[in-house]
């Protein structure tokens, strides 16, 4: 099984929980910023966990339409 983490962070703290949760995360791994989701192939992966910061009680826009994307995935946030 490979999961993708994929996340955005305005002030870091996204990114440290996100780098956290991948040192648990057993089997083939990638952990990567939302800003370099071209330099992958999400058909590779069986697992997608989005981190993301909140904006007014959402998922930044950036996420948001990240997110959108994933039609027919299995996807965390």
Do not use: H, Q
Request: proline share 1%.
């Amino acid at each position: 099984m490979k999961t993708l983490i994929i996340y955005s962070s305005k002030t870091g703290n996204t990114k440290l929980v996100c780098e956290k949760a991948f040192e648990y995360i057993n089997g083939e791994k990638v952990i990567i910023p939302i800003k370099e989701k071209d330099s992958v192939n999400l058909d590779e992966f069986d697992n997608i966990v989005v981190g993301t910061w909140i904006d007014k009680a959402n998922a930044n826009a950036e996420a948001r339409k990240f997110i959108n994307t994933l039609s027919n995935k299995k996807y965390i946030l």
